[in-house]
Structure formats: C-alpha cells, structure tokens
Nanobody
C-alpha cells in the first residue's frame, strides 16, 4: 500500500513537499514516481525516478519540481516550488517494476491565484 501526504492549499509562487511511503510487500520495484490528474483531464506523469537515481520530469514542471527517493525504503518525495494554479490536481504516488504498478489514493494540491 502506498500512502501520500503533504498536499494542501497554497498561493501561487508557494511551495509544497509531497511524501509517499509504502507499507506491506512490493514486488521488484525499479522506479517510483508522481502522477497528477486535474479536473476533467487524464492522469499525467509529473516526475519519475529509477532505483539508480535517474530522474525525468514532465516539461511543465521542469526546474520547479524535484523528485527524490529513499532507496532503502519504498518512499518517494516531490518538492514543488514556484507553484502555479495550473498545478492544481490530485497527485498520485506510483511504484513500478516487473509486476503490476502500485498506486496511492492521491493527495489534493490546490494552488490559488
């Protein structure tokens, strides 16, 4: 099970840090990431990081968001700076590997203008 925390309401230009921790058994996780889904839109990848520390970001969040993980645990973090109203969405944690993907329940991030 993945559990996100750290969402909330913030003004444009502000920062939030999302955390995701896993509990239970996970099968061969090789990468973890964050996805988001805004109202009326599909789910999109925000940032992803492999076990080797290779990170990639969606173009809209490059240079504003930073993903990190604790390789000793099923845990991933997302530091979000210079937030914009268009970042408003439910943010989901993801763990991927050789088996089915694991997903958290999501945490709401709302950025007011």
């Amino acid at each position: 099970q993945l559990m996100e925390s750290g969402g909330g309401l913030v003004q444009a230009g502000g920062s939030l840090r999302l955390s995701c921790a896993g509990s239970g058994t996970f099968f061969s996780v090789t990468a973890m990431g964050w996805y988001r889904q805004a109202p009326g839109k599909g789910r999109e990848m925000v940032a992803r990081i492999t076990n080797r520390g290779v990170a990639n970001y969606a173009e809209p969040v490059k240079d504003r968001f930073t993903i990190s993980r604790d390789n000793g645990k099923i845990a991933v973090y997302l530091q979000m700076n210079s937030l914009k109203p268009e970042d408003t969405a439910v943010y989901y944690c993801n763990a991927a590997g050789e088996g089915p993907d694991y997903w958290g329940q999501g945490t709401q991030v709302t950025v007011s203008s």
